[in-house]
């Protein structure tokens, strides 16, 4: 048969074929002719879909080079420039003789740095399960 015959000629998936397919993708057999009914329906669904893809003439598409936006538009979008860093870069401060970045703490109204803490994680009792302690440690006996 010529290429276009083996195209169009549809191709029988026996449950033989089927169970094969299962058991190298360690998946379990249908329990029912019913359930390996469908599953051979889904699978010749699935490759009559494959089928019409690779059936779209693409002569005069440049391939990807990875899956993501690569129009204009997109490489812009996602292209950093400085003025999308400066917020970020305005919060740091120059610290140690090797001149490394540091994040700044924002102050807060009293004038202490300001951190985000979740409702009651920061002000539960510590040592209030502990059996046994000296001063703000617990102690921990062993042998």
């Given at each position: 048969?010529?290429?276009?015959?083996?195209e169009?000629?549809?191709?029988?998936?026996?449950?033989?074929?089927?169970?094969?397919?299962?058991?190298?993708?360690?998946?379990?057999?249908?329990?029912?002719?019913?359930?390996?009914?469908?599953?051979?329906?889904?699978?010749h669904?699935?490759l009559?879909?494959?089928?019409?893809?690779?059936?779209?003439?693409?002569?005069?598409?440049?391939?990807?080079?990875?899956?993501?936006?690569?129009?204009?538009?997109?490489?812009?979008e996602?292209?950093?420039?400085?003025?999308?860093?400066?917020?970020?870069?305005?919060?740091?401060?120059?610290?140690?003789?090797?001149?490394?970045?540091?994040?700044?703490?924002?102050?807060?109204?009293?004038?202490?740095?300001?951190?985000?803490?979740?409702?009651?994680?920061?002000?539960?009792?510590?040592?209030?399960?502990?059996?046994?302690?000296?001063?703000?440690?617990?102690?921990?006996?062993?042998?």
């Open positions: 048969p010529s290429e276009k015959e083996k169009e000629e549809p191709t029988k998936i026996t449950p033989q074929t089927l169970s094969h397919l299962l058991r190298l993708s360690a998946l379990p057999e249908p329990s029912t002719p019913a359930e390996s009914s469908a599953m051979l329906q889904t699978l669904a699935q009559h879909f494959v089928r019409d893809i690779q059936r779209v003439d693409t002569t005069g598409v440049e391939p990807l080079s990875s899956i993501r936006d690569e129009t204009p538009e997109g490489i812009r996602a292209t950093v420039a400085l003025a999308t860093l400066q917020h970020a870069l305005a919060e740091e401060e120059v610290y140690g003789r090797c001149k490394r970045p540091r994040r700044m703490r924002s102050k807060g109204t009293g004038g202490g740095a300001v951190r985000k803490v979740e409702e009651g994680v920061e002000d539960w009792d510590v040592l209030g399960c502990a059996a046994e302690t000296v001063g703000r440690y617990f102690v921990v006996r062993s042998g």
